[in-house]
Structures are given as structure tokens and as C-alpha cells.
């Protein structure tokens, strides 16, 4: 076992993602390993196209395009997925999980189509491109952790999903003004304009109590997922059902903050507090054990679908076998 390797993905995790880390703790030892070994690969993803170095990032390259790091994300992580010898520590510990448990090579490169939608600054006209830009940044991440605790079924894997896009609509709301900075909105400009704002004024301080309201929809929108993923915990052992519900309640109490400060949410990045966590660690106890104990329900039809659920994955993704 590679002790530096993972020794440096948890340093990643835990700077990274703080409200996972918590989380993360709860898995069985394989498990936490492999779960820590593809939060490093995503991680590392993200900072390579924005230039960052939190996670395994010291060979960037600062002059290089964004296009050009999307390139090599691409042609390391297909590397990667044929079983070559990799170098990169990233890379490295991305193999060692997708050949560990089969993850689908379109999978990945689905998460690196999340990147090249910044990378192009496509922007979301509609709630329904809002959601599938989730997808791709983390409803597919879902995909691949589930898969990480044992699950192939299709429908537990559809509630693995849904619980990717609430987290991303909930980082979403709570990080408007930062990504606005960054020239990144990925709220829905339909949304926006029903609002009385526009792409240009949307994140003055001026528009705040507009923006409050879009914010609060956004959150309110995140909902239905948060409950469909829930009904998925009783697919998932008992200790990762433990993890997935804890991670799902510190993250959907961060939308509750967002939706109740109102104007002042990003005065200050909503979060929740290591007491407020350790509620949430009962509370995702009880769920988890709950899920045990209920008989399944059909996933809602009006629930946005993730592309390729059954055959077909590249065609309904709009995106090449590769």
C-alpha cells in the first residue's frame, strides 16, 4: 500500500473539503482509502484548470492555457484508465481506484467535461443546464464514489446522483459572489432575468435582496435530491450509509444558512461548526440505521435524469466514446 500516497490525499481532503473529511472518517478502511484516492484526482482536476496548488499541483504550469492543462488532464487520465505506469501521484492514486472497482472510463471523462464547460465559459440558460453542469462536476462524482462502496445498481446509482447535484446546487448558492469574481456564474440566466438582474449586474452589492431570491430558490431546488439520495442510503453498506447521510447533512445545512441570512449569505462562506457537525454525525447514524428498516420507493419522474442511466451513455452525454 502506497502509505505517501494516501497520506497526501488526506491532507488534500481535509483542506480541501472539510465538510467531507468529517464524513469521510466513517468509511470502512478500503473504502476511506478509495474515497480519499478519487477526491484527489478531482481535486487536482479543478486546481490544474484554475492554476491552484492544493492538491498533487507542484508541475503546473502557470504559462500554459487552460486549454492546453485540459489537454493534459485528458490525455493522463486516459493513461490512466488503460493501465500504463503512472508517475503522477494524482494519476496514480485515480488508476489504483478505477481499476480497484471498475469505474467507467466515460465516467471520468465526463467529470473532465465539467472543467472544459469552464474552461469555455459556457454559461446555464436554464435550470436544466444548470443541473447538468452539476452532473459533470459532481453528479458523476457520485457515480464513481458509489461505485467505490460496492453499488451497481442502476437505481442506487441514480440516488448517488441526485445526491452529487444537491451538493453542487448547495456550493452553487453559498458560492455566488466567489465564483462571480472568478467570471464563473453558473446560476440560470432565465432565473436572472425573472429576477429583474442580468449577467452584468447580478452580483453588484446593490442587487443583493434580488440575488438573496434567486440564492434561496436555488437552495429550495436542491431538495428534491437531497430526499431522492436519501431513499438510496438503504443500497449502501451500514458504515458508508453512515458516511453519505452525514456528508448529505452538513451539506444541506449550509443551504439552510444560505437561504436564511438572506442578503448577508456571502458576507461571510456559510459552514457548519465542529459541534454542529457532531449532531449531524447522530443524526446521520439514525438515518442510516432508519434506511434499514424502509422498503424502497420509485425515484420521482420529474427528477432530472443523468445521461447513459442504462446504454447509450455517450450519445444522451453529447460526448465521444473514448
Not at 27 to 34: G, I, L, W, Y
Not at 91 to 117: K, N, R, S, T, W
Not at 209 to 217: D, E, H, T, Y
Not at 281 to 306: N, T
Amino acid at each position: 500500500m502506497n502509505q505517501p500516497l494516501l497520506a497526501h490525499a488526506t491532507e488534500t481532503m481535509a483542506v480541501g473539503s472539510k465538510s467531507f473529511a468529517t464524513a469521510s472518517k466513517l468509511f470502512d478502511p478500503v473504502t476511506r482509502r478509495s474515497a480519499l484516492m478519487l477526491y484527489a484526482w478531482c481535486r487536482h482536476c479543478d486546481d490544474v484548470i484554475d492554476g491552484q496548488t492544493l492538491g498533487f499541483n507542484s508541475d503546473i504550469n502557470p504559462q500554459e492555457s487552460p486549454q492546453h492543462r485540459l489537454a493534459g488532464l485528458r490525455t493522463q487520465t486516459l493513461r490512466a484508465c488503460a493501465g500504463e505506469p503512472m508517475q503522477e501521484p494524482a494519476f496514480a492514486a485515480f488508476q489504483e481506484v478505477a481499476l480497484a472497482h471498475g469505474i467507467p472510463q466515460q465516467q471520468a471523462f465526463d467529470h473532465l467535461e465539467g472543467y472544459a464547460m469552464d474552461v469555455r465559459g459556457q454559461l446555464c440558460h436554464t435550470f436544466d443546464d444548470t443541473l447538468r453542469y452539476c452532473y459533470h462536476v459532481a453528479g458523476v462524482v457520485g457515480l464513481m464514489m458509489a461505485r467505490v462502496m460496492g453499488v451497481r445498481d442502476e437505481a442506487v446509482l441514480d440516488r448517488a446522483c441526485d445526491l452529487g447535484l444537491a451538493f453542487q446546487l448547495t456550493n452553487i448558492s453559498r458560492d455566488i459572489i466567489e465564483d462571480a469574481e472568478m467570471g464563473r456564474c453558473y446560476l440560470p440566466l432565465s432565473w436572472l432575468e425573472e429576477a429583474g438582474l442580468t449577467l452584468e449586474n447580478y452580483a453588484a452589492p446593490s442587487q443583493r435582496a434580488a440575488l438573496a431570491g434567486v440564492a434561496q430558490r436555488l437552495v429550495l431546488a436542491a431538495e428534491p435530491y437531497y430526499r431522492s439520495a436519501q431513499a438510496g442510503l438503504r443500497g449502501l453498506p451500514l458504515r458508508s450509509a453512515w458516511a453519505v447521510a452525514t456528508a448529505s447533512g452538513v451539506y444541506r445545512e449550509i443551504g439552510v444558512k444560505v437561504r436564511r441570512a438572506g442578503t448577508d449569505a456571502w458576507a461571510r462562506r456559510a459552514g457548519t461548526s465542529k459541534l454542529e457537525k457532531l449532531g449531524l454525525l447522530v443524526s446521520g447514524a439514525a438515518k442510516a440505521g432508519a434506511s434499514r428498516m424502509v422498503s424502497s420507493s420509485p425515484r420521482p419522474a420529474d427528477l432530472w435524469q443523468r445521461p447513459g442511466a442504462s446504454d447509450g451513455h455517450a450519445a444522451a452525454a453529447g460526448l465521444p466514446e473514448v
